[in-house]
């Protein structure tokens, strides 16, 4: 048998970002890890991005994952809004990056149409797709669940075979 895909999803924030880590072996997935980083909302903004950053490298050498998917910006009516968030996302990409992984990009819209069959789906209806596709995630966090439906759109949006083909080609 094959060694299982194992994949990271980050769902960005400030505030929290959300991480979650599956595994995939042909169309069947499994729940390896969740949980999100919280940088201290008092500290200066390089800090919290700092913080962020290095969060994300420890789950990265924690859990070894062969890719990464994030979850992009959508514009919100509030343009400072998301200028910061797209630092909490510059700040996790770069970090991906860093540590060597390809990051895919899915709109919010096509990560709940994936997971819950609804392109304007509520956060408790993914939590609830969540706990019924990964039966070991437990109790989540809504940023938590959200990235596992990141990993999840990658999975099933991106072919196995095309992970073995990056694999093997030439460091």
């Keep these: 048998m094959n060694k299982p895909r194992i994949i990271v999803g980050i769902d960005p924030g400030l505030r929290?970002?959300?991480w979650?880590?599956?595994g995939q072996s042909g169309n069947r997935l499994s729940f390896i890890a969740a949980g999100r980083i919280s940088?201290?909302?008092d500290l200066p903004?390089?800090?919290?991005?700092l913080t962020l950053a290095e969060g994300i490298t420890d789950i990265i050498r924690a859990h070894q994952p062969?890719?990464?998917a994030i979850e992009e910006t959508f514009v919100h009516k509030n343009a400072k809004s998301a200028l910061l968030l797209g630092q909490a996302?510059?700040?996790a990409i770069l970090s991906l990056a860093q540590n060597g992984l390809t990051v895919a990009e899915y709109a919010a819209n096509r990560i709940k149409q994936s997971v819950t069959g609804h392109g304007h789906a509520e956060k408790t209806q993914i939590q609830a797709m969540i706990a019924i596709l990964l039966p070991n995630s437990g109790k989540l966090a809504a940023d938590a669940a959200d990235a596992l439906a990141v990993a999840i759109t990658h999975a099933h949006h991106t072919p196995q075979s095309l992970t073995a083909a990056l694999a093997k080609r030439p460091a």
């Design 45 to 49: 903004m390089a800090t919290r991005l």
């Design 66 to 68: 062969d890719e990464a």
């Design 20 to 22: 979650g880590i599956i």
């Design 39 to 41: 940088p201290d909302t």
């Design 89 to 91: 996302r510059g700040s």
């Design 16 to 18: 929290h970002t959300g």
